[in-house]
């Protein structure tokens, strides 16, 4: 991956149906995505998968699917309506929007814990001019939030937002949680959903946009345990990135010191990754306290306690947080995947996905498109193939090109009918990665595709 830029990624992205740029017949829109017939089974891929081993696979997890709008005073107790806010300047001609703390740091200045106050005043002393080089307007506070109505009138009474992030939802249905499923401290609630930020400066494909998917755990802990659960769950995601395909040398854990964290945090470690586009955040592990339940109990006005139910005891439990952003996943996945190799003096490009993350599993080509013995074996082995994994037919071009194509999706296995196929009721399994070739019954082919998928090599299966 140490040569693999944005280009190549966002070029392939395109080109291979993973990723497409939004609303693009009408000139798009800044910064919005469409995932393409691969990149929502890439996508789907990541999700089920988180889904599968923190909570199916969990007895001390539970899930839920919360509505994007919930009532506007969820945002208010939360404090993202007075504090969700960047610091916002603006170029004096041309009215191009700019985050203040990005172009400070673009300076080499540290903003790390800088009140607005402070990087305000950082503007003033550094003379710093807009990326077009001309004066800047007085930092603004903007509020990222994006507000809707409700109804038909556009009345303050009517306002909502679309939910900034999927945290708050947990933390309000935490008493009907624990009302309605048998759940005993320590705990989580999961959930995987949609949230919006109205960045003023988004960008780098993927990773920083204004319509995003995160997958988020709240892990409910009485206060003097919160240390060796928070250990737990780092733990768990040095796994998960580890099982995406992340090199271990890319991967950075940083602990966010007093004073840069946020005020009811006592610990917080961010997982980091080298993009192409320099270090930045992946994924967050936060240590909340009670603040969450706490605050939310004061405004409302409910009881978000939980009663131990064999000693009685009653309090506020603590919460860890592990947070996962679903596209900052797929942009790590396609960035790892992306190799580039010859095979017989031509260069390939191929995405050398984990088997299990691999939009396509198996293709089925039958040699020639022109012969129907072939064309109807194949297809009828596409049949018997498809329900059981992720299969693609493919009768169009030279078999070359078409082992191609199955290597830029990242498809570890394909399977050809040729005519030793009529003969002998055999056929060719070819391996993604290291280009072996093997015959196959055709009585065993899926349980040997399924072997090869779970990690055996040809040899084991031969």
Known sequence: MADTTMDNIIALAKRRGFIYPGSEIYGGLANAWDYGPMGVELKNNVKQE??????????????????????PKVWEASGHVGEFNDPLVEDKKTHERYRLDHLLEEQGVDVFGMSFDEMKAKLAGLNIKSPNG???????????????????????????????????????????????????????????????????????????????????????????????YFEHWLEQMR?????????????????????????YSKRTVDIEYDFPFGRKELYGLAYRGDFDLANHAKHSGQELAYTDPETGEKFVPHVIEPSFGVDRSVLLALLEAYHEDEVEGEKRTVMKFPFWLAPVKVAVFPLLRNNEQLVEEAREIFEDIAPHMTAQYD??????????????IGTPLCVTIDHQTLEDNTVTMRHRDTLEQTRVPVGELQLRLQKVLAGESFKAIE
């Open 134 to 228: 001309n004066e800047l307007t007085e930092p603004k506070r903007f509020n990222m939030m994006l507000k809707t109505f409700l109804g038909p009138a556009e009345d303050a009474a009517d306002k909502v937002y679309l939910r900034p992030e999927t945290a708050q939802a947990i933390f309000v249905n935490f008493k009907t949680i624990i009302d309605t499923n048998r759940v005993r401290v320590p705990f989580g609630i999961a959930q995987i959903g949609k949230a919006f930020r109205n960045e003023i400066t988004p960008g780098n494909f993927i990773f920083r946009t204004r319509e995003f998917e995160q997958m988020e755990i709240e892990y409910f802990v009485r206060e003097n345990e919160w240390e060796q």
């Open 395 to 408: 009768e169009s071009g030279a078999i070359g090109r078409r082992y191609r194509r199955q290597d830029e």
């Open 50 to 71: 988180w889904w599968r081993r923190f909570v199916q696979a969990r007895a001390d997890i539970v899930g839920i699917d919360a509505a994007i709008l919930m009532n």
């Open 239 to 263: 796994q998960w990135v580890a099982d995406l395909g992340a090199a271990n040398k890319r991967v950075h854990e940083v602990e966010i010191p007093d004073g840069e964290r946020a005020h």
